[in-house]
């Protein structure tokens, strides 16, 4: 037998020492920490910025574990990135000791509230930070002086000498791009400016191995330099929204890497140029909103995949290789020009997205074949033009269709019944063109549609009954043709409808019961409707406009119709009416002349009044008589129920606690979200329940909510909102947990310009919010548009602005929390209530918690809110986004700045802006409101900087619009 030794072999010992002397070569490397003074320095910049979890147990030593910290590796030898973006700093005295750390490589300390850069950080105390090749301050409130070293105007960034990326975008920083010091920084590649107050030329005297320069949105003026051409290596140039005039320099062909060329909203002039088409590797161009002249070069898009020229002063024909289908097209817009002549006759390029062509002059028919089968044609608006024949029924082939518009143009025929293949289509506008025939039965499988526009037509027949069948349905407007027969019985299925315009045509017959959301308009005018006014009419408590006009009714007006509390207009012209009139509150505006039957007079006081005859006197005394026995009878009955039940409540009263924790009649819960002593004292869930029942308490209703004032038992009122969920799909018992939880998570908001909810009663089918009544004096929309008094100045209308964009920015998320945006379904003036004239709340925060968004997709109405403050993509997207809140917000400064209602008269105050903001500059004084702009050249001056803000937020691209709290920023530079 062999022998077995006692201990390892001699192979094993040698193995054993090298896996020991191994395990002592990798030891430094594992387990290495950072150098003595990186680690002191480390922890010296902990104290000084308190960042919580920095300081957790078992970290304290090693920096390398801490958020935002990078060290090298493999070693953790070195901290070479810092990034403290969103740490909520707000002094930047910290920033000299991080010289000490000279192996930093990348320093980022975006999205903050620094103010300034200490001298220390800008001069001879950094040449120690050699390697430092990223730097990033963007999106803070840097101004010029606080960020220049003592010496100079200049930032000292000379130091820096292999700075690669700087990044200063969204500040205040002012005076010439010249004065600092950026020519020292010869290895630089990016450049971001963007968003700040800096003035002089376009900058030429860069590193030449820049690649991306971005300068937008600051106040550069002059030309654009033939000396751009020196940056070779440039691959992003963005100069738009500035105030650059000349021609673009034909040298800019010469930028051989250049993939996105961006000059909108400047001052250029002239021809574009023909050398750009020679830049192969350009991808995106946009030059719209300048004043530019000439014809559109050709071959411009032999590379480009997005163009927009858009709002110019073009002129001549479209190339005839504009849209090829050898090119590989996204988007081209081109709208808002001089452009004439007819299509090109060539197949359209498969990859095209959007086409935009509206507002030129373009004629002659549109070719058969040039949109057949795009599969990814999405958008096409060929409107105000001057195009003939028929509409080519090959767009029927082009199944991603969401957008149709060939309204104001001359087509004539039919529309193709072969329309009815576009499911995905959402938007159809032929208005204003010379159609003939009847609307196609096909039209009832456009199952998505949201808006149908066949108006001033020549369509005959009648309305389909089929149309009833389009449950999306939110605009329809028939009026001025030739359409006969009677309004289809199940046009009130209809739920999501919310403007019926059927004018000017030849109907007939009974009105049937129309969808009870209807907002803008009921227009039935210039018809041939006779017998009474039907009292159904009265249920549509949101109309606004309600035009019988020029028919052949009879009888007295509806005393019902006075129950419109949404109603502005009543036109009633022009028929056959008797008796008396009604009494409408002063906001509505009435119409009844050309009614023989009803005699007026003036009143002094309350202005026209009819003429009563006796028997009417007389049978009303009757009834004033019979109602005030009946009265007296109700008030004895009252009080003896009274006295009979005062022995029973006073055996009721209990404490305020026992009160809440009672579970009422149809109340499920009810929860306290406020930790005011005070509120929790004085806020009883019985007395509100009690309150909302009785209409006297009642203050006004909008598409949401109904708004009572609550007097509480010790005397201390609050306003209660109330959900109508007969109009919106209320959150399920299923997730009636979740609720609760949102409901407490909003309650626990605090910000001074935020409608924030102090406790909920939730009922089986809806609930109540409580708020302090002393915050809610009035509505933004009630000052703005309904003030009778003296005309609210720019500087309350600007604090205004301010402050609603931070109440709008701190449910964005501006804090870090870590929560989910807060985002709102129906952001409009009238949601925004004042506290006083410069300080207001942003409201209905709560109404995206509390709907199902997933059960509301049937109608555009029922998901995004009140007409007018809509962003067009929620059409397609039938999604609530912070984008959309943004362009919401635009809506809201414009009506600051213009004093015109988002909705007026039918036309939405964006798109007019947006038509009137055009080339001509001048323009843009007579969009502001005269009485506001007209009181000082600062007022004036300022007013148009608000209206560029105000023009960014409502970008039809939701993507080029600013983040919240990117345009509070903008807002606090005014």
Same mark, same amino acid.
């Given at each position: 037998?062999?022998?077995?030794?006692?201990?390892?072999?001699?192979?094993?010992?040698?193995?054993?020492?090298?896996?020991?002397?191994?395990?002592?070569?990798?030891?430094?490397?594992?387990?290495?920490?950072?150098?003595?003074?990186?680690?002191?320095?480390?922890?010296?910049?902990?104290?000084?910025?308190?960042?919580?979890?920095?300081?957790?147990?078992?970290?304290?030593?090693?920096?390398?574990?801490?958020?935002?910290?990078?060290?090298?590796?493999?070693?953790?030898?070195?901290?070479?990135?810092?990034?403290?973006?969103?740490?909520?700093?707000?002094?930047?005295?910290?920033?000299?000791?991080?010289?000490?750390?000279?192996?930093?490589?990348?320093?980022?300390?975006?999205?903050?509230?620094?103010?300034?850069?200490?001298?220390?950080?800008?001069?001879?105390?950094?040449?120690?930070?050699?390697?430092?090749?990223?730097?990033?301050?963007?999106?803070?409130?840097?101004?010029?002086?606080?960020?220049?070293?003592?010496?100079?105007?200049?930032?000292?960034?000379?130091?820096?000498?292999?700075?690669?990326?700087?990044?200063?975008?969204?500040?205040?920083?002012?005076?010439?791009?010249?004065?600092?010091?950026?020519?020292?920084?010869?290895?630089?590649?990016?450049?971001?400016?963007?968003?700040?107050?800096?003035?002089?030329?376009?900058?030429?005297?860069?590193?030449?191995?820049?690649?991306?320069?971005?300068?937008?949105?600051?106040?550069?003026?002059?030309?654009?330099?033939?000396?751009?051409?020196?940056?070779?290596?440039?691959?992003?140039?963005?100069?738009?929204?500035?105030?650059?005039?000349?021609?673009?320099?034909?040298?800019?062909?010469?930028?051989?890497?250049?993939?996105?060329?961006?000059?909108?909203?400047?001052?250029?002039?002239?021809?574009?140029?023909?050398?750009?088409?020679?830049?192969?590797?350009?991808?995106?161009?946009?030059?719209?909103?300048?004043?530019?002249?000439?014809?559109?070069?050709?071959?411009?898009?032999?590379?480009?995949?997005?163009?927009?020229?858009?709002?110019?002063?073009?002129?001549?024909?479209?190339?005839?290789?504009?849209?090829?289908?050898?090119?590989?097209?996204?988007?081209?817009?081109?709208?808002?020009?001089?452009?004439?002549?007819?299509?090109?006759?060539?197949?359209?390029?498969?990859?095209?997205?959007?086409?935009?062509?509206?507002?030129?002059?373009?004629?002659?028919?549109?070719?058969?074949?040039?949109?057949?089968?795009?599969?990814?044609?999405?958008?096409?608006?060929?409107?105000?033009?001057?195009?003939?024949?028929?509409?080519?029924?090959?767009?029927?082939?082009?199944?991603?269709?969401?957008?149709?518009?060939?309204?104001?143009?001359?087509?004539?025929?039919?529309?193709?019944?072969?329309?009815?293949?576009?499911?995905?289509?959402?938007?159809?506008?032929?208005?204003?063109?010379?159609?003939?025939?009847?609307?196609?039965?096909?039209?009832?499988? @456009?199952?998505? $549609?949201?808006? %149908? =526009? *066949?108006?001033? #037509?020549?369509? /005959? &027949?009648? !309305? +389909?009954?089929?149309?009833?069948?389009?449950?999306?349905?939110?605009?329809?407007?028939?009026?001025?043709?030739?359409?006969?027969?009677?309004?289809?019985?199940?046009?009130?299925?209809?739920?999501?409808?919310?403007?019926?315009?059927?004018?000017?045509?030849?109907?007939?017959?009974?009105?049937?019961?129309?969808?009870?959301?209807?907002?803008?308009?009921?227009?039935?005018?210039?018809?041939?409707?006779?017998?009474?006014?039907?009292?159904?009419?009265?249920? @549509?408590?949101? $109309?606004?406009? %309600? =035009? *019988?006009?020029? #028919?052949?009714? /009879? &009888?007295? !007006? +509806?005393?019902?119709?006075?129950?419109?509390?949404?109603?502005?207009?009543?036109?009633?012209?022009?028929?056959?009416?008797?008796?008396?009139?009604?009494?409408?509150?002063?906001?509505?505006?009435?119409?009844?002349?050309?009614?023989?039957?009803?005699?007026?007079?003036?009143?002094?006081?309350?202005?026209?009044?009819?003429?009563?005859?006796?028997?009417?006197?007389?049978?009303?005394?009757?009834?004033?008589?019979?109602?005030?026995?009946?009265?007296?009878?109700?008030?004895?009955?009252?009080?003896?129920?009274?006295?009979?039940?005062?022995?029973?409540?006073?055996?009721?009263?209990?404490?305020?606690?026992?009160?809440?924790?009672?579970?009422?009649?149809?109340?499920?819960?009810?929860?306290?979200?406020?930790?005011?002593?005070?509120?929790?004292?004085?806020?009883?869930?019985?007395?509100?329940?009690?309150?909302?029942?009785?209409?006297?308490?009642?203050?006004?209703?909008?598409?949401?909510?109904?708004?009572?004032?609550?007097?509480?038992?010790?005397?201390?009122?609050?306003?209660?909102?109330?959900?109508?969920?007969?109009?919106?799909?209320?959150?399920?018992?299923?997730?009636?947990?979740?609720?609760?939880?949102?409901?407490?998570?909003?309650?626990?908001?605090?910000?001074?310009?935020?409608?924030?909810?102090?406790?909920?009663?939730?009922?089986?089918?809806?609930?109540?919010?409580?708020?302090?009544?002393?915050?809610?004096?009035?509505?933004?929309?009630?000052?703005?548009?309904?003030?009778?008094?003296?005309?609210?100045?720019?500087?309350?209308?600007?604090?205004?602005?301010?402050?609603?964009?931070?109440?709008?920015?701190?449910?964005?998320?501006?804090?870090?929390?870590?929560?989910?945006?807060?985002?709102?379904?129906?952001?409009?003036?009238?949601?925004?209530?004042?506290?006083?004239?410069?300080?207001?709340?942003?409201?209905?925060?709560?109404?995206?918690?509390?709907?199902?968004?997933?059960?509301?997709?049937?109608?555009?109405?029922?998901?995004?809110?009140?007409?007018?403050?809509?962003?067009?993509?929620?059409?397609?997207?039938?999604?609530?986004?912070?984008?959309?809140?943004?362009?919401?917000?635009?809506?809201?400064?414009?009506?600051?700045?213009?004093?015109?209602?988002?909705?007026?008269?039918?036309?939405?105050?964006?798109?007019?802006?947006?038509?009137?903001?055009?080339?001509?500059?001048?323009?843009?004084?007579?969009?502001?409101?005269?009485?506001?702009?007209?009181?000082?050249?600062?007022?004036?001056?300022?007013?148009?900087?608000?209206?560029?803000?105000?023009?960014?937020?409502?970008?039809?691209?939701?993507?080029?619009?600013?983040?919240?709290?990117?345009?509070?920023?903008?807002?606090?530079?005014?």
């Amino acid at each position: 037998m062999k022998k077995i030794h006692d201990g390892p072999s001699e192979t094993g010992k040698s193995i054993m020492f090298c896996f020991f002397f191994f395990f002592l070569s990798c030891f430094h490397v594992c387990f290495s920490e950072l150098s003595t003074n990186q680690t002191s320095t480390m922890i010296e910049l902990s104290r000084i910025l308190n960042i919580s979890d920095w300081n957790l147990p078992g970290s304290e030593r090693n920096p390398c574990l801490w958020r935002g910290v990078l060290c090298s590796q493999p070693d953790n030898g070195s901290v070479i990135s810092l990034t403290l973006s969103g740490f909520d700093l707000t002094n930047s005295s910290f920033l000299p000791l991080l010289c000490q750390i000279q192996t930093l490589e990348s320093l980022d300390v975006s999205n903050n509230s620094l103010s300034s850069i200490p001298d220390g950080f800008m001069t001879t105390n950094c040449e120690t930070l050699v390697g430092l090749k990223h730097l990033n301050f963007s999106m803070n409130q840097l101004s010029s002086s606080s960020s220049s070293s003592s010496s100079s105007s200049s930032p000292g960034l000379r130091y820096f000498s292999k700075l690669e990326d700087l990044d200063f975008s969204y500040n205040l920083l002012s005076g010439n791009i010249g004065d600092y010091g950026l020519d020292g920084l010869v290895q630089l590649r990016t450049l971001n400016l963007n968003f700040n107050n800096l003035t002089g030329s376009v900058p030429s005297n860069l590193s030449k191995t820049l690649d991306k320069l971005e300068i937008t949105n600051n106040s550069l003026s002059g030309t654009v330099p033939e000396s751009i051409q020196d940056y070779q290596e440039l691959k992003l140039l963005d100069l738009s929204d500035n105030q650059l005039n000349g021609s673009i320099p034909s040298s800019l062909g010469n930028l051989s890497k250049l993939e996105t060329l961006l000059l909108s909203n400047n001052h250029l002039l002239g021809p574009i140029p023909e050398s750009l088409s020679r830049i192969q590797t350009l991808q995106r161009f946009a030059a719209n909103r300048n004043r530019f002249t000439g014809e559109i070069p050709s071959a411009i898009t032999r590379h480009v995949k997005n163009l927009d020229l858009s709002y110019n002063n073009l002129k001549g024909t479209i190339p005839v290789d504009l849209l090829s289908q050898q090119l590989h097209l996204v988007s081209v817009d081109l709208s808002f020009n001089q452009l004439h002549g007819w299509l090109p006759p060539r197949h359209v390029s498969p990859s095209l997205v959007r086409l935009r062509l509206g507002s030129n002059k373009l004629s002659g028919p549109v070719p058969s074949s040039a949109f057949q089968s795009l599969e990814n044609l999405t958008y096409l608006e060929m409107d105000n033009n001057s195009f003939t024949g028929y509409i080519p029924s090959d767009l029927a082939s082009c199944p991603s269709l969401n957008l149709m518009n060939l309204a104001m143009n001359k087509f004539t025929g039919i529309i193709p019944p072969a329309f009815g293949n576009l499911t995905k289509l959402r938007v159809m506008k032929l208005q204003q063109n010379k159609l003939t025939g009847a609307i196609p039965d096909e039209v009832k499988q @456009l199952s998505n $549609l949201l808006i %149908l =526009d *066949l108006s001033w #037509n020549s369509l /005959s &027949g009648s !309305i +389909p009954s089929s149309l009833s069948n389009l449950t999306k349905l939110t605009n329809i407007n028939l009026q001025g043709n030739n359409l006969t027969g009677t309004i289809p019985d199940k046009i009130g299925d209809l739920d999501g409808l919310i403007e019926l315009q059927l004018g000017q045509n030849m109907l007939r017959g009974k009105i049937p019961v129309m969808p009870r959301k209807l907002q803008i308009s009921l227009n039935l005018s210039y018809n041939m409707f006779d017998g009474p006014i039907p009292t159904s009419l009265s249920q @549509l408590d949101r $109309l606004e406009v %309600l =035009d *019988l006009s020029t #028919n052949r009714f /009879s &009888g007295e !007006i +509806p005393d019902s119709l006075t129950s419109l509390v949404s109603l502005s207009q009543l036109i009633l012209s022009n028929n056959q009416l008797t008796g008396d009139i009604p009494s409408f509150t002063k906001n509505v505006k009435l119409n009844i002349s050309g009614n023989p039957g009803i005699i007026t007079k003036v009143n002094e006081e309350n202005g026209p009044i009819k003429k009563r005859s006796q028997g009417k006197r007389k049978r009303k005394l009757v009834l004033v008589a019979v109602g005030v026995v009946a009265l007296v009878s109700v008030i004895i009955t009252v009080i003896a129920l009274r006295f009979s039940r005062q022995g029973v409540n006073k055996m009721q009263v209990g404490s305020v606690e026992e009160e809440r924790s009672m579970e009422l009649p149809e109340v499920v819960r009810g929860k306290l979200l406020t930790p005011n002593s005070l509120h929790r004292s004085n806020i009883s869930f019985a007395k509100a329940v009690e309150a909302v029942a009785r209409q006297e308490n009642a203050l006004f209703q909008t598409m949401f909510w109904s708004y009572y004032r609550v007097v509480m038992p010790c005397g201390s009122s609050y306003l209660i909102k109330k959900l109508k969920t007969r109009d919106r799909v209320f959150k399920q018992a299923s997730s009636e947990q979740q609720l609760e939880l949102d409901l407490e998570m909003l309650g626990k908001l605090h910000h001074p310009n935020v409608m924030v909810p102090l406790a909920y009663v939730l009922y089986s089918e809806g609930f109540l919010l409580f708020y302090d009544f002393a915050h809610t004096r009035s509505t933004l929309y009630d000052v703005i548009h309904n003030h009778t008094g003296d005309v609210v100045d720019w500087t309350s209308r600007y604090s205004i602005a301010v402050g609603i964009a931070q109440g709008i920015s701190y449910l964005h998320g501006s804090i870090s929390n870590g929560r989910e945006p807060i985002l709102l379904q129906d952001l409009s003036s009238k949601k925004i209530m004042l506290k006083s004239l410069t300080e207001p709340l942003v409201g209905d925060i709560e109404l995206f918690k509390v709907m199902d968004p997933s059960k509301s997709n049937s109608s555009l109405s029922a998901f995004a809110g009140t007409i007018g403050y809509i962003p067009p993509e929620y059409a397609y997207t039938m999604r609530v986004t912070t984008a959309g809140n943004v362009y919401s917000f635009g809506v809201i400064l414009l009506e600051l700045l213009t004093g015109k209602p988002a909705v007026s008269e039918g036309r939405e105050l964006a798109k007019w802006v947006m038509q009137r903001h055009s080339s001509q500059q001048d323009e843009c004084n007579n969009i502001l409101d005269l009485r506001v702009s007209k009181t000082s050249t600062t007022a004036t001056k300022q007013m148009l900087r608000a209206l560029s803000i105000a023009l960014a937020c409502i970008n039809i691209s939701p993507g080029a619009r600013p983040k919240m709290k990117t345009v509070l920023r903008m807002l606090t530079r005014l």
